[in-house]
């Protein structure tokens, strides 16, 4: 058998030698059967995926599959953009170099594109939530609610994140000041809702025209454009942004493993645009690598000073400066916590009865950081 | 979602049965990696040609099975070793199991793990040596002090009963009894 495979698992080449012509039943000692040879075979191949380090050979395997038909379609679509340019050339040379200036292709990692589309194919399964903190800056108030490593003290206020299927999600948050209250914004599949602290509701078809009372609006910068910062936290609006207006790549310098020895994988996106304040300037997600369910993602807005008179920068003296979501090992949610009706009757008893929990003394964190 | 976005998660849903497959059927095992790679290429390519009322992953072994026999070609000794026989066989082997009931490939052929427990204690160790510690069989043979060819037998024996009992759990189809 000089051409026998040498692989562990395949230098069993017995699979084969039972089945040669000459001699079809050596070393069993009964006739087999075609079915019998055919069985053996498939047998041996469940019994493959039980070698060892087999289950990260299949995501590797997977990942480089995925990676490579990303890269052919960026390929492909530079050859027609290539061509399209060179069209371009025939109506004339300005438009020609507008058309291959607009058809550099990105610089970022493709890998890290499909590892994306992973993770947003997983968000949007829902059953999960997640504590959502946020800093801002100059925010004023009580004394914050947390001390950071470097001592220095920042406004922090909290929230819960609640993903359902079909992209629906409920986020609960306690206005400013009022730590023993809250309020609920959310989409349940077909409209945005929001219920004040004392039961009121409100629904729109899109979040901008919601008008999200002032008390419950997250980052409260006092311009047209604070629904538009709502819907960073809807997890999938974030991660379909981050496709066309930032750079994405592989955090390669980051642990493979956290510390509970899960397989994650880390991407990083860097915004394009220097003057879009508005935006977070970097996006990090902590996603689980064999699921590619996020565990942990931190927005993290640019800290340059304002230029004066720009318009795009929110108005007042609360920026953003960071938004943390951590998963929870909170159980799913039933549908009904994805409609305005129910949280109206919990707001509402609430209220008489003095306000719920602190926000974020729930559920549980399922991981440490990385 | 986009078809790209839908094919990879099909992709990542089949990779455990598209690998054991591979590992059935290919003649080279050095291979596996490769025969992934184009099999998945090859399928994306062809995603226009796949009737989505059909399942899957029957149709992701079939382009699987192309490129092992294409990279076969010439290997009079491969031919010899499985039929188009067997390899309807097999297919319809990896439907039964697919066709289980279970959230992933691994889930639905957990009933191998019951079965490798009602394994002879000989049979057991000889499948352990080579599937779970990774050891080929020449040095399987030698840590348990039989021949290459004892053990051999041995570990194809082991198989064999597995495959049996997997039919006593429905998750084989009954034999046919052809002479192969």
Redesign the interface.
């Given at each position: 058998?000089t051409?026998?495979?040498?692989?562990?698992?395949?230098?069993?080449?017995?699979?084969?030698?039972?089945?040669?012509?000459a001699q079809?039943t050596q070393?069993?000692g009964a006739?087999?059967?075609?079915?019998?040879?055919?069985?053996?075979?498939?047998?041996?191949?469940?019994?493959?995926?039980?070698?060892?380090g087999?289950s990260d050979?299949?995501?590797a395997?997977?990942q480089?599959?995925?990676s490579?038909?990303?890269e052919?379609?960026d390929s492909r679509r530079l050859f027609w953009r290539k061509r399209l340019a060179w069209v371009g050339g025939s109506v004339g040379i300005a438009a020609a170099i507008g058309l291959a200036v607009l058809y550099v292709p990105a610089g970022s990692d493709s890998s890290a594109y499909?590892a994306l589309?992973?993770i947003?194919?997983t968000a949007?399964q829902g059953g999960r939530s997640y504590a959502v903190r946020f800093e801002m800056d100059g925010l004023g108030g009580p004394p914050p609610a947390v001390q950071h490593r470097d001592n220095e003290m920042k406004p922090i206020r909290a929230a819960e994140l609640a993903v359902g299927n079909g992209g629906r999600w409920t986020l609960l948050v306690s206005p400013p000041n009022m730590p023993r209250a809250r309020g609920a914004f959310g989409w349940d599949g077909s409209s945005y809702w929001a219920v004040d602290p004392v039961g009121s509701v409100r629904t729109s078809a899109t979040l901008k025209e919601l008008r999200v009372p002032p008390f419950i609006s997250v980052l409260e910068s006092g311009t047209a454009d604070a629904e538009e910062d709502l819907e960073l936290l809807t997890l999938d609006s974030m991660l379909s942004k981050l496709d066309k207006q930032y750079k994405v790549s592989f955090d390669r310098d980051s642990d493979r493993v956290d510390r509970n020895g899960r397989p994650v994988t880390v991407v990083t996106a860097e915004r394009r645009g220097k003057r879009d304040f508005r935006s977070p300037h970097t996006v990090r997600i902590v996603a689980d690598s064999s699921t590619f369910e996020v565990l942990r993602a931190n927005w993290q807005w640019s800290q340059t000073p304002l230029p004066a008179g720009d318009h795009s920068a929110p108005a007042g003296n609360h920026r953003m400066k960071r938004i943390f979501l951590e998963l929870t090992d909170t159980p799913p949610h039933g549908d009904e916590w994805f409609t305005p009706e129910f949280h109206a009757r919990a707001l509402t008893e609430m209220s008489r009865s003095g306000g719920p929990p602190r926000l974020g003394s729930g559920g549980n964190a399922k991981q440490g950081r990385d | 979602?986009r078809a790209?976005?839908i094919?990879?998660?099909l992709?990542?849903q089949h990779?455990?049965m598209l690998?054991?497959?591979?590992?059935?059927?290919?003649?080279?095992?050095?291979n596996?990696?490769d025969v992934?790679?184009e099999t998945?290429?090859t399928a994306?390519n062809r995603l226009d040609a796949f009737d989505r009322a059909r399942p899957f992953g029957p149709w992701l072994r079939g382009i699987a099975r192309n490129h092992i026999l294409s990279s076969a070609r010439g290997?009079r000794?491969y031919r010899?070793?499985?039929?188009a026989?067997?390899?309807i066989?097999?297919d319809e082997?990896?439907d039964q199991?697919e066709n289980s009931p279970g959230d992933s490939?691994?889930d639905r052929?957990a009933a191998?793990l019951d079965c490798l427990e009602k394994l002879h204690p000989d049979s057991h160790a000889a499948?352990d040596l080579?599937?779970?510690?990774?050891?080929?069989?020449?040095a399987a043979a030698r840590s348990v002090g039989a021949s290459d060819?004892t053990f051999?037998?041995r570990?194809?024996?082991a198989?064999?009963t597995?495959?049996e009992c997997?039919?006593m759990k429905s998750l084989?189809k009954p034999?046919?009894?052809?002479?192969?």
């Open positions: 058998m051409d026998l495979p040498t692989n562990p698992i395949s230098d069993g080449d017995d699979r084969y030698s039972q089945n040669d012509s079809p070393g069993v006739p087999l059967t075609a079915d019998q040879v055919a069985d053996g075979m498939a047998v041996h191949g469940l019994l493959a995926l039980r070698q060892p087999e050979r299949i995501k395997r997977v480089r599959a995925i490579t038909i990303r052919m379609n499909a589309e992973s947003r194919g949007r | 979602m790209e976005d094919f990879n998660i992709v990542r990779a455990e690998t054991a497959y591979i590992h059935s059927v290919a003649f080279d095992h050095s596996v990696d992934f790679q998945i290429i994306w290997k000794r010899a070793h499985i039929d026989l067997q390899q066989r097999i082997q990896f199991v490939f691994s052929s191998l499948v080579v599937y779970v510690r990774g050891l080929d069989s020449t060819e051999r037998k570990l194809y024996r198989r064999l597995l495959a997997l039919k084989f034999s046919d009894g052809v002479p192969a």
